[in-house]
């Protein structure tokens, strides 16, 4: 199994502009996770999804962020626009019941 | 709410030493806990969980933690130090009874002296 898996790895881009992050879940798990990490703030909870739906959408910052869970093995975070202060690494994490979340190695954003 | 507290925000020790890092929880129901780790520039990497079966738990790369109830504890121990072992450790509660909303603490960085 490959894991979780997130693309880009690393994005820089204009102020302004959208900006679109990917992940593929574990084949099989059922929740989907997205985080953001900041040196000041810590990891923090995005958005989570329980087949492919959204359950809990609090912790999306602001109506310039939204999520999408088309199908099992896709979902994506979009920022449009994009603000440096969304500079941060943005995880996505898969889960099955109770073994735990499984990570991906993060998109390091800077938006300048 | 739940919360999780970790002590401390560093901790030192030497290669070949025991290794403790700390994490407390508040809660009114049983929790489960996690510890994860986060190496420079990855991701974070489940170490071992606690689901309310046995109150200690072995995990990967020779971790371990025992859940107090008493204490409302989870502390992470290893007995020997790998310079390996230096990264970032997360404690993680959930009072859902699963993952779908868990609590982060806000991390201790493990530095290994040779």
């Known amino acids: 199994d490959a894991g979780v898996i997130q693309s880009p790895r690393h994005e820089v881009t204009e102020m302004g502009q959208e900006v679109t992050l990917r992940c593929k879940p574990i084949s099989g798990h059922d929740y989907l996770f997205w985080y953001r990490q900041t040196m000041m703030r810590g990891l923090e909870l995005l958005i989570y999804f329980n087949n492919n739906v959204p359950i809990d959408d609090s912790g999306m910052p602001e109506d310039r962020f939204s999520a999408k869970m088309p199908n099992a093995s896709f979902s994506t975070l979009k920022i449009q626009p994009s603000e440096p202060r969304d500079s941060a690494v943005y995880f996505c994490?898969?889960?099955?019941?109770?073994?735990?979340?499984?990570f991906g190695s993060g998109t390091r954003l800077t938006v300048v | 709410a739940q919360s999780v507290t970790q002590l401390d925000s560093h901790v030192s020790v030497s290669e070949g030493t025991p290794v403790l890092l700390r994490c407390n929880y508040s809660s009114s129901y049983s929790p489960s806990l996690f510890w994860y780790v986060q190496h420079p520039n990855k991701g974070l990497q489940l170490l071992l969980k606690y689901t309310s079966a046995a109150t200690l738990v072995k995990g990967i790369n020779g971790f371990e933690a025992e859940f107090k109830k008493s204490e409302t504890s989870f502390h992470l121990t290893k007995p020997s130090a790998h310079m390996s072992d230096a990264a970032e450790y997360f404690c993680?509660?959930?009072?859902?009874?699963?993952?779908?909303?868990?609590?982060f603490g806000t991390g201790t960085k493990l530095q290994v002296i040779p």
């Open positions: 994490a898969s889960s099955l019941a109770n073994y735990g979340y499984t």
């Open positions: 993680v509660v959930s009072f859902s009874g699963g993952y779908q909303k868990v609590t």
